[in-house]
């Protein structure tokens, strides 16, 4: 199949749906992010009564705490990150009728047929 010739500096359908999703991917999950972050900070303030710890490495900070600190930030930001990006990748294949860019190599032929149809 040829490809149509293009203006110079226009840019091919194909890579502004790239774009459009790197700018969507990223900012849901930098949203969800900061969501996160405020989310994690009020809730460690509310069940020890102190502020969280900035640094959990320094010295000052008991193990426990900067062990308890890392796992819980870790993983509710892992999953805010996970939600929040599958979340833009339901919207983009309810709004296009396709898989995301670069989410197309990992589908399984099941989720393929799903979008063909």
Do not use: C, H
């Not at 010739?5 to 991917?25: C, Q």
């Not at 989310?39 to 008991?62: F, N, V």
């Not at 990992?106 to 047929?113: H, I, P, S, V």
């Amino acid at each position: 199949m040829a490809k149509k010739p293009t203006r110079s500096g226009e840019k091919s359908p194909k890579e502004k749906g790239k774009k459009s999703w790197k700018v969507l991917g990223t900012g849901i999950a930098l949203l969800a992010g900061i969501a996160t972050t405020r989310a994690l900070d009020a809730l460690w303030q509310t069940a020890t009564g102190r502020k969280p710890p900035t640094s959990p490495e320094s010295p000052e900070i008991g193990n426990r705490e900067a062990i308890m600190w890392a796992g819980v930030s870790g993983l509710a930001m892992g999953m805010a990150k996970m939600y929040a990006t599958r979340r833009a990748a339901n919207y983009w294949l309810k709004s296009f009728d396709t898989l995301p860019p670069g989410m197309n190599k990992g589908a399984t032929l099941e989720t393929k047929k799903k979008v063909a149809k």
